[in-house]
DNA sequence: CTGAAAGCGCTAACAG
DNA sequence: CTGTTAGCGCTTTCAG
């Protein structure tokens, strides 16, 4: 009778005691069960079959030491919360699914110190990848970015000076489009609700583009309504609508940030006694599943973020073949397509 | 000038470099970082310095295959998208960040199969501990489960058959209050929306407390509404109101298996002029930040999904500290509250 | 408080 | 097609 570890250890079969029970080296193993090199089809059966017996799962941590590759791909995003980054992941995984890497997400809860932690303790299990959706960034966070030493893709906005690659949308030319829209049907008021003050980001650029429009149409400056804080998408909304109450009566539209916040905010308007749209306008930004049902059905920007988690995957796998070839992939800078989806609320 | 690695390569400086520009042994600047063992405050300075002007990450790759420990716990979700297990994810994770321990997420997209790849993709970085919501299971990853000799918890939903610790909603009891709140409402043909066939899941649970309260009061069989398959919460609604107008007339009230499933069963009612609750009463479940904003609000049920992340966590921090003394942790059976939160929609 | 030796479980690079 | 040798970069264990 074959002995592996101690009698009735709990410790995990290793490779070594597969190849004993299969009667052959461990290397040969290794290569049987990754499908590398050439192994005899009757070697690997039998190999598989002791593998199965006993219930074993290659150490991916030694692995990894041994070959130099983690088999992640790291993912931070500043909410796992905002379903927007649910489907990017979900994109991005199914395109590195069949490279067999893995998909390692991190959340910054929309703040630099903790997106500066994160990407730490994700470089410490040397993904060779990685994709960044910052709300804001430390010095030090650009910095080990830069250093990475893995491609490193920034999506959904476009930083002033990005680290290499980007696969955004160009929110500038959303809120610009915004502004069309609301000067057509006849808005003169404009607000955009954006998160607390920060360097730039994706809210701070429509919002910009939208006060380029209003301009551009001869209408009011915009107002900027802070939703201050990294608060829950609907919470932000209930404040700004406050706030719109309260101290900026005579807006009669408003961009947000999301449809659920724009949901909250038409919810709380009406819940004082303002209609929607007729007092005021309501923008959304996503184009959520939910859209379209609600009453009255959100007027939103829609764009395809599960394609953008595909196209973060591509470029990946681009930056990895020409590394293969001891070249660095040229930086690429992808700009996706969205649209204006106009329902009833604006 | 000291030397590590070839001039200009761009491999990582390891910790022996770290060691040699501080003139120490490896051995104390594994110490130094990990403020482990006693190193003194002056050599402790010195090795962070260097650490700092070299921008050391130790690698954890070889950390966990030296130490045994991977520094990891993996969480099983069926979706991303559903924002139910993203703060399930946020509060399991804030539990598990002071430990050192890093959340690992994998989604199963609803499908066993797939479940059963991410398990053994999982387990390949030996988690120190799983947490897990299946809504189907196969048996080998029932059996991978069993044998992972890592503490598992069982989420959201309470097996037939647990694997050892669940924090779990009693979706029987939900549907039964449900079913109360029906009857006390006036309603008569009540109806439940589940996921495709399956052993048993969340929504099946409910169904049938749904069916046992139906019963209770006296109204007629609940019928069942198959979403069928992996489809996007809203799209299960769509699909459920048209069931519902086409071949379920006589349906007065319908339970869905998630708030955002709900406004779109409403949304798509509407759309074919039914009235909500006038004509069907809708309830929801998860109580969504947006439940309380939309038109009609949403009556649903509430239940803490942050603090059920909580909670998983702390059964694992219960469960190493008895494997430290060399005990097994008792199985820990945790039911979480819910409440009825009567809105408009029913 | 610090260091030296040994090895975690795998895979790269050669041999045969 | 298969095996051998040598590490990967840390941490454990045991000395000092």
Redesign the pocket.
């Known amino acids: 009778m074959p002995s592996f570890g101690k009698a009735g250890s709990k ?2 079969p ?3 005691d597969v190849a004993r029970l299969a ?6 193993v ?2 049987a ?2 499908h ?5 089809q ?3 059966d039998k190999v598989l079959a002791v593998v199965d017996e006993l219930g074993y799962v ?2 991916q941590a ?2 990894a ?5 983690s088999g992640l791909v790291g993912m931070i995003a500043p909410a796992l919360v905002n379903p927007i980054f649910g489907m990017v992941a979900r994109g991005l995984n199914d395109t590195l699914t069949p490279l067999g890497l893995q998909l390692f997400i991190g959340f910054s809860d929309y703040g630099a110190e903790r997106e500066e932690h994160m990407l730490e303790s994700m470089l410490r299990r040397r993904p060779e990848a990685i994709a960044i959706a910052s709300d804001s960034r430390s010095e030090r966070a650009a910095r080990m970015l830069l250093n990475a030493g893995v491609p490193v893709v920034e999506f959904l906005h476009r930083p002033a000076t990005p680290i290499r690659h980007v696969v955004a949308v160009d929110h500038v030319a959303v809120g610009r489009a915004v502004a069309r829209h609301f000067a057509e049907t006849g808005r003169k008021r404009l607000a955009a609700i954006v998160g607390r003050e920060r360097q730039t980001s994706n809210t701070t650029d429509r919002a910009e583009g939208l006060r380029e429009g209003a301009r551009q149409a001869g209408l009011a400056p915009v107002r900027l309504i802070s939703a201050g804080g990294p608060l829950a998408l609907a919470e932000q909304g209930v404040r700004a609508a406050a706030e719109i109450l309260d101290n900026l009566a005579d807006i009669d539209a408003v961009l947000c940030p999301h449809d659920i916040t724009a949901i909250a905010v038409i919810g709380e308007l009406r819940r004082r006694g303002a209609r929607v749209p007729d007092d005021v306008a309501v923008f959304g930004f996503g184009d959520h599943e939910v859209a379209r049902h609600t009453l009255p059905a959100l007027t939103t920007i829609g764009f395809n973020a599960g394609l953008m988690g595909v196209e973060i995957g591509k470029l990946m796998i681009n930056a990895f073949e020409a590394a293969r070839l001891g070249r660095d992939a040229a930086p690429f800078n992808l700009t996706l397509d969205f649209e204006v989806i106009v329902r009833d609320s604006a």
Chains 1, 2 share one sequence.
């Open positions: 410790t995990a290793t490779m070594s009667g052959v080296s461990a290397m040969t290794s290569r069960l990754r590398d090199g050439a192994v005899s009757k070697t690997r290659p150490d030694a692995g030491l041994s070959s130099g590759r």
